[in-house]
């Protein structure tokens, strides 16, 4: 059975400040992406990473993918208040479009 | 873009009442389209994997006679919640992928509430 895990699970920061969120699993993958929801909202699409090494930018948001270690991070440079809200990395382990999904990750970014 | 439209946004229903729930990808054609749940602050749960003009597939622990669904074309899936029970007030979203991308494309998601 595939295990997505993503830590921290909740996460409280200062506006300016850098953190990290990581995203582990369980099995192999050439399919990671990251998810933002917002309350009561779907899902919006941040990143999609295809390939070991890769590593995609937006905002101030980074994301990298180590199939060899099975592991992504999403990076958060100089949070701002906007980028409160939760994040899901989630895996495509059968290329079939078909995902599992981490717990997600609670940022509230704060004054 | 592909767009993914889901319908409706929210239902109230009541205990034992059955609701449908459209997925349609908008400009693109999808003969595969998958169904998630996700309850309060938790994540999102593949229910099942609906195929166009096939049976769908759902996932472990997931009724498929309470879960009906159908994907009578290329362009819509039906999902229906038989006799409803508030235990299944959720958030369900639908996805479908989009062949020349690599990801699936999300819709709005429906607030189920059972009363």
């Known amino acids: 059975e595939l295990k997505v895990e993503q830590n921290p699970l909740f996460l409280s920061m200062q506006e300016g400040k850098n953190y990290t969120i990581y995203c582990n699993y369980s099995?192999?993958?050439?399919?990671l992406y990251w998810y933002r929801q917002d309350p009561g909202k779907s899902l919006e699409s941040l990143f999609v990473?295809?390939?070991?090494?890769a590593v995609k930018q937006e905002g101030r948001l980074m994301a990298s993918l180590d199939t060899k270690a099975r592991l992504s991070t999403l990076h958060i440079t100089a949070a701002v208040h906007d980028l409160s809200a939760t994040y899901f990395c989630a895996v495509d382990p059968s290329s079939g479009y078909a995902l599992n999904f981490g717990k997600g990750t609670s940022l509230l970014v704060t004054p | 873009g592909a767009v993914v439209s889901q319908h409706p946004s929210r239902v109230i229903c009541k205990s034992g009442t059955s609701v449908k729930i459209e997925c349609r990808s908008l400009?693109?054609?999808?003969?595969?389209m998958f169904w998630y749940r996700q309850f309060p602050k938790q994540s999102l749960m593949l229910m099942a994997t609906s195929n166009e003009g096939s049976k769908a597939t759902y996932e472990q622990g997931v009724e498929k006679d309470k879960f009906l669904i159908n994907h009578a074309s290329l362009t819509l899936s039906t999902l229906t919640v038989t006799s409803a029970h508030p235990e299944d007030s959720s958030f369900y979203i639908c996805?479908?992928?989009?062949?020349?991308?690599?990801?699936?494309?999300f819709g709005q998601g429906t607030r189920l509430t059972v009363v």
């Open positions: 996805s479908a992928p989009f062949r020349l991308n690599t990801e699936a494309f």
């Open positions: 990473l295809l390939s070991n090494g």
């Open positions: 099995t192999t993958s050439d399919r």
């Open positions: 400009d693109f054609q999808a003969t595969t």
